[in-house]
């Protein structure tokens, strides 16, 4: 079995060897804790009745309680934590059986036949309520854990206008996550990646919403745009650019829009990454017949070699919590992955040793840490099929697991700010056959489970970035 580069990494190797040669209202109780990283983990059934609203209701309101119910479903169903069952699978039998007789303006457990959700397999109920103010609504929404009986989560948010209400159950449902599972939600991070909006068009960088949703073009250039990532606070995103020539890094202030060249050479720069507060930049410099690592400030100042030498580095990654680095090197052959220790002094950074992670393969590529710095994700090459997948590993190089198989050829993993979702590139068909065509964006949980197509609306995307959780 062997391992693969990414696309950065092979213009990284190319590059290198051409040079050689040339506000919550209530908050009751402990909840049944969703633990995401239980092998034996089970999704929890969720039920999401119908907003309630009064009964001289207009149609635009009752249309409004009808899609936030729908959304706030979705949002719950796209974190593979909860099964939403379908209302129209038991909206009559509730009703029947007396379990649905809330009011308007009930709060608690007032009006929720706690026994009889529990009956028919419900683990978690969440209940909601639309009112009109002139133009503007209020949403009441409230969450119970049937297993205890008590109010999980519950919210009030006023005067939201019609274009928000996709807005207030992202925000509720990220309530819900971190209610649950103890972490971060993801409802309102967003992904870079680079894409094409057709065949003969020219690799550009494109933020999106967590769903590959909202779609924006952030380069225009003619020329290609490569491996973007995200600043920790999620308030910039660098990325490797040829339009001034050579292969250099640019940032992108969020904000404002506006696009600073941060190197200048000498040589090529690539495939930057963000260490730990932000403190630190990590990128592929090749100079002089040789890719190396190197560091800089946020604002392309400082410039230092940190892992240099023979062979090829590439592909720098820094640990969340700052101790390690992952990075690629070819320094034995094929690039395999490897780790180093940092040691850091304010803004000072020294690598007290490193250590090869991976030996199976035949190329291992973009290692990419999960938010809790307990594992590695990255791409691999296998051999004997010919095809491109994702693994998963300890931080030592244990407890080697296969994420993909026989599905087009898998790369570049980038984790969810809470650890449960990946997302990656993959040229799979759209049944999952085993062919290569043209790359699109794919999420999965992190045992490889679940994997499913994001729709950008581009003919091709490639090489995401998850970014932060905004902050609520």
Do not use: C
């Amino acid at each position: 079995m062997g391992f693969m580069i990414s696309t950065i990494a092979k213009i990284s190797f190319a590059l290198g060897l051409w040079l050689l040669s040339s506000q919550v209202w209530a908050v009751i109780g402990q909840p049944l804790m969703v633990n995401i990283d239980n092998p034996n983990f089970r999704k929890l059934n969720v039920a999401i009745p119908e907003f309630l609203v009064e009964p001289s209701a207009n149609s635009e309101t009752r249309e409004i309680a009808k899609r936030g119910a729908a959304e706030l479903g979705r949002l719950l169903n796209f974190s593979s934590l909860f099964s939403v069952r379908s209302n129209e699978i038991f909206s009559q039998v509730l009703t029947a059986k007396g379990v649905i007789k809330w009011q308007m303006g009930q709060q608690n457990l007032d009006g929720v036949d706690v026994p009889q959700w529990r009956a028919i397999g419900i683990e978690s109920l969440t209940l909601g309520e639309v009112q009109q103010d002139q133009d503007m609504w209020t949403f009441t929404l409230r969450t119970i854990d049937l297993g205890k009986g008590e109010i999980l989560v519950g919210k009030r948010y006023t005067r939201i206008p019609k274009s928000q209400v996709t807005a207030v159950m992202r925000r509720y449902a990220d309530q819900v996550l971190k209610a649950y599972t103890g972490k971060s939600g993801i409802f309102s991070s967003r992904l870079v990646f680079v894409g094409r909006r057709a065949k003969s068009a020219s690799k550009q960088i494109f933020i999106s919403d967590f769903d590959g949703s909202n779609v924006q073009q952030i380069t225009n250039e003619n020329v290609p745009h490569l491996s973007p990532a995200w600043s920790r606070d999620g308030q910039f995103v660098t990325y490797t650019s040829f339009q001034d020539g050579p292969a250099e890094i640019f940032i992108y202030e969020v904000k404002t829009g506006k696009k600073t060249k941060m190197t200048h050479g000498p040589g090529l720069s690539s495939g930057s990454n963000w260490g730990p507060s932000d403190r630190l930049i990590a990128f592929t410099g090749a100079h002089n017949g040789n890719s190396e690592i190197y560091v800089m400030s946020p604002r392309g100042r400082d410039r230092k070699g940190l892992i240099v030498g023979d062979g090829l580095d590439v592909d720098p990654t820094f640990s969340p919590d700052g101790k390690w680095m992952a990075f690629v090197s070819g320094r034995f052959g094929n690039p395999h992955i490897f780790r180093a220790s940092l040691e850091w002094r304010d803004d000072k950074l020294r690598v007290s040793e490193d250590k090869r992670l991976t030996y199976a393969g035949w190329y291992n590529a973009t290692p990419s840490w999960s938010p809790e710095s307990d594992k590695l994700a990255f791409a691999g090459y296998d051999k004997d099929i010919n095809r491109f997948d994702m693994f998963m590993m300890n931080p030592d190089g244990t407890l080697l697991e296969r994420l993909t198989l026989r599905a087009g050829d898998n790369e570049r993993p980038s984790w969810a700010p809470n650890g449960q979702l990946i997302v990656f590139q993959s040229s799979r068909g759209p049944s999952l056959e085993d062919i290569k065509g043209t790359p699109h964006l794919y999420i999965m949980n992190r045992d490889g489970s679940g994997q499913k197509i994001l729709d950008t609306g581009l003919f091709e995307a490639q090489q995401p970035a998850w970014g932060p959780q905004a902050e609520d």
